[in-house]
């Protein structure tokens, strides 16, 4: 029902749209990021090293969520999980755990926590005005959990016209199947973007996205699959998943006062067929088969409010306040399959549910200098996070989890520019919590602006990350297992620190060019593992036992000239990882892999028709896992392997009518990957075969039809 009135919705106002002539001017300007920084600030004298995507980027890809976008990113590995439909980046070597991800600057509230562990998939790309990425420690800039790095996503809040209208609607296949029906095959898209301009200070946006991805079988036969003889068949290998998501703002600027609330809605709803079948027998004889099927449910609800200002003639302030609710509910179905209809269903349960009121705020330009500049923060949020009893496992004894958890921060910086080519910044924040330790984090950057289109950046950093949920409060305790949670687990910490060179150059054939090198190295301590602590009977829990370090190695080029842009990059990961479970302890080698993207987009005179290519290799990667040779064996750690892959997806769009209208076709995943032996086992389960990791559903075709005025 929501897939057909969201068509009529976005066919009903075809007739109405807007060109989006406020991001397609700021390709004409400097480009100009907030990540890190004190007030908006030009990319080129950023005191971080910021990597961009812009919504121009993003449209060219034909992306669906943000999980798309960052998949062709370099050192980011998009880890998705085909049971929940879940995707978490993973960022220089660690999981999503170790990853803030923010919308405007404000971190986003997930199953678990905040922040981290976000599911990349529940946040849609239309309203997105850029994304910007900075990898390393951020401890002191973002606190807890900014480890690995910080990706903060921009939404659209400025528009020229008194009133634009922007309207799309986009079919893919999944892999070869696709149907328009319920219940059908395929992904089917519509979105709706409303901008208004009630004065020169006031504007009101709205935007709701609909992306009913209807399931893919893969090697399974569909919910309606039945077959006495043959029993684990049944359903997908990637579940069904229908999400709806809807903002509204309304921000205010005048003078050197700027005021921006906006409201964010989400509903999730995900379908588990059980492909497992069980007898259920009559009297007289007569029986039937049935599975435990579960329908899951998440709401997500964001307020968020941001006052930027000057407090007398000078001081620079900038509060965000913010209060996210998101809750995750599941209802258990025992359904007939042969019959083919639901013989009873189970009261709604609460599966997780996190809530979080936040607030930060910072204070900066104190002195009357170009020299000096220092700036004064607090950071607090307060956490209550619910997991019912059979969230960690489904034989669970009846234990649910009701925690909360306060933290407050501080931080101090300070900008100084002695000469003008020459910044430093060191930095320092203090968190302490109702829970955990207090945490120092330190940071210390250097900007050398070797010419006015050269620059170098030194950048050292620590980071904390606190233990999730299921470290803190699992509970799976039966006659086969007993692992629990260990609530006096301590924080895990680390530093990065890294160096890169940027320069940009333009010849007298028009070439603009720029041309990067980076590097960066991470050391984390006291990271949490699941260790043995019993062996008669068998006992787990997760003690600060691991460490884990990681090096990165990069160089970037990118080339515009006219109508056709070039970019390239290539990376080289290592890892060196110490694991113990008690009994075993791994090697600490660094093992190296390889990764490369290259994209390129070309515009054709006269007729505009845009042609997009975006390419990513991912090498093949090296991780040590637990093997046993039986019961008595205490096990053994090997060096297991992730099969390498390639990613390639193709675009061409063809605007009609002024640009008004816009037509784009597509393929995307070229070259057909599903799935990649891993011996590690490090990702998810999945449904794959042993020794395989799903990824995704192999190649599929995408039309796209974008309306503007």
């Known amino acids: 029902m929501k897939k057909r009135t969201m068509s009529l919705l976005s066919l009903a106002i075809l007739n109405f749209a807007y060109a989006q002539k406020d991001t397609l001017n700021q390709k004409n300007i400097e480009e100009v990021v907030i990540t890190g920084q004190y007030t908006p600030q030009s990319i080129n004298k950023s005191i971080y090293k910021v990597e961009i995507i812009d919504a121009i980027q993003i449209k060219n890809m034909a992306a669906t969520?943000?999980?798309?976008?960052?998949?062709?990113?370099?050192?980011?590995?998009?880890?998705?999980?085909?049971?929940?439909?879940?995707?978490?980046?993973?960022?220089?070597?660690?999981?999503?755990?170790?990853?803030?991800?923010?919308?405007?600057?404000?971190?986003?509230?997930?199953?678990?926590?905040?922040?981290?562990?976000?599911?990349?998939?529940?946040?849609?790309?239309?309203?997105?005005?850029?994304?910007?990425?900075?990898?390393?420690?951020?401890?002191?800039?973002?606190?807890?959990?900014?480890?690995?790095?910080?990706?903060?996503?921009?939404?659209?809040?400025?528009?020229?016209?008194?009133l634009t209208i922007n309207a799309s609607l986009q079919e893919e296949t999944v892999g070869k199947d696709y149907d328009w029906k319920k219940k059908g095959y395929?992904?089917?898209?519509?979105?709706?973007?409303?901008?208004?301009?009630?004065?020169?200070?006031?504007?009101?946006?709205?935007?709701?996205?609909?992306?009913?991805?209807?399931g893919f079988e893969g090697t399974q036969k569909g919910y309606k699959f039945f077959d006495e003889t043959t029993n684990g068949q049944r359903g997908y290998e990637w579940q069904p998943k229908d999400l709806l998501i809807a903002n509204a703002a309304l921000r205010y600027s005048k003078k050197n006062t700027s005021i921006f609330y906006k409201v964010n809605f989400l509903n999730e709803n995900i379908d588990y067929y059980n492909p497992k079948t069980d007898v259920l027998a009559f009297s007289g004889g007569q029986r039937t088969f049935t599975a435990e099927d579960r329908e899951y449910n998440s709401t997500r609800w964001i307020h968020q409010l941001n006052i930027l200002t000057k407090l007398g003639s000078r001081i620079n302030y900038n509060g965000d306040f913010s209060y996210q609710i998101q809750e995750r509910d599941y209802t258990k179905k025992i359904y007939d399959v042969p019959n083919r209809y639901v013989r009873s269903e189970s009261p709604k349960r609460t599966f997780y549910k996190s809530e979080v009121l936040y607030s930060r705020g910072m204070?900066?330009?104190?002195?009357?200098?170009?020299?000096?500049?220092?700036?004064?923060?607090?950071?607090l949020d307060n956490t209550k996070g619910f997991?019912?009893?059979?969230?960690?496992?489904?034989?669970?004894?009846?234990?649910?989890?009701?925690?909360?958890?306060?933290?407050?921060?501080?931080?101090?910086?300070?900008?100084?520019?002695?000469?003008?080519?020459?910044?430093?910044?060191p930095g320092v924040r203090l968190t302490v919590s109702d829970k955990f330790d207090r945490q120092y984090n330190y940071?210390?950057?250097?900007?050398?602006?070797?010419?006015d289109k050269s620059n170098i950046r030194l950048i050292l950093g620590s980071a904390n990350r606190f233990p999730v949920y299921d470290e803190l409060y699992t509970y799976v305790v039966d006659n086969n297992h007993d692992i629990r949670g260990n609530e006096n687990l301590k924080p895990e910490t680390g530093y990065s620190g890294g160096v890169s060179w940027d320069f940009a150059t333009t010849n007298s054939n028009s070439w603009r060019m720029n041309v990067g090198l980076s590097g960066i190295y991470m050391d984390v301590k006291d990271r949490i593992e699941s260790v043995i602590v019993s062996n008669i009977p068998l006992k787990y829990t997760y003690l600060n036992v691991d460490n884990y370090k990681s090096i990165i190695l990069g160089a970037s080029l990118n080339?515009?000239?006219?109508?056709?842009?070039?970019?390239?990059?290539?990376?080289?990961?290592?890892?060196?990882?110490?694991l113990n479970t008690g009994n075993a302890t791994s090697d600490d080698d660094f093992n190296y892999y390889v990764e490369a993207n290259v994209s390129a987009n070309y515009t054709l005179p006269k007729?505009?028709?845009?042609?997009?290519?975006?390419?990513?290799?991912?090498?093949?990667?090296?991780?040590?896992?637990?093997?046993?040779?039986?019961?008595?064996?205490?096990?053994?750690?090997?060096?297991?392997?992730?099969?390498?892959?390639?990613?390639?997806?193709?675009?061409?769009?063809?605007?009609?009518?002024?640009?008004?209208?816009?037509?784009?076709?597509?393929?995307?995943?070229?070259?057909?990957?599903?799935?990649?032996?891993?011996?590690?086992?490090?990702?998810?389960?999945?449904?794959?075969?042993?020794?395989?990791?799903?990824?995704?559903?192999g190649r599929s075709y995408f039309a796209r039809i974008n309306y503007n005025f």
Do not use: C
């Not at 992904?187 to 946006?205: A, C, P, V």
């Not at 940071?443 to 010419?451: E, P």
């Not at 080339?559 to 110490?578: M, P, Y």
């Open 65 to 162: 969520n943000v999980a798309d976008v960052l998949n062709q990113n370099l050192n980011i590995l998009i880890t998705p999980n085909s049971s929940s439909g879940d995707s978490n980046a993973n960022i220089m070597g660690l999981s999503g755990e170790y990853t803030k991800i923010l919308i405007d600057n404000i971190p986003v509230v997930s199953d678990k926590g905040m922040g981290n562990l976000v599911d990349l998939t529940k946040i849609n790309v239309n309203n997105i005005e850029r994304i910007e990425i900075v990898k390393g420690a951020m401890g002191v800039e973002y606190g807890n959990n900014a480890m690995a790095g910080v990706i903060n996503i921009i939404t659209k809040k400025n528009y020229q016209k008194k």
């Open 443 to 451: 940071s210390l950057t250097t900007r050398f602006s070797t010419t």
């Open 186 to 214: 395929g992904r089917h898209i519509q979105s709706l973007n409303l901008g208004y301009r009630i004065s020169d200070s006031f504007t009101l946006t709205a935007d709701i996205n609909h992306n009913d991805f209807q």
């Open 559 to 578: 080339a515009r000239k006219d109508n056709f842009s070039f970019n390239a990059g290539v990376s080289t990961l290592g890892v060196s990882q110490l």
């Open 387 to 425: 997991a019912d009893s059979e969230t960690f496992e489904f034989n669970n004894n009846g234990k649910s989890v009701n925690r909360s958890i306060f933290n407050y921060a501080n931080f101090l910086s300070a900008e100084w520019n002695p000469l003008k080519w020459l910044s430093f910044r």
């Open 363 to 379: 204070f900066s330009n104190f002195l009357n200098s170009d020299k000096v500049n220092f700036q004064i923060g607090y950071e």
């Open 607 to 697: 007729a505009n028709t845009i042609f997009a290519l975006y390419y990513k290799y991912t090498g093949k990667r090296k991780l040590y896992t637990l093997e046993s040779d039986g019961a008595s064996d205490t096990g053994h750690y090997v060096l297991g392997d992730i099969g390498d892959f390639n990613m390639l997806n193709f675009t061409v769009s063809q605007p009609f009518f002024n640009n008004h209208f816009e037509l784009s076709l597509g393929v995307k995943n070229i070259f057909d990957v599903t799935s990649i032996r891993n011996t590690a086992q490090s990702g998810d389960g999945h449904n794959a075969a042993t020794d395989l990791q799903n990824l995704f559903y």
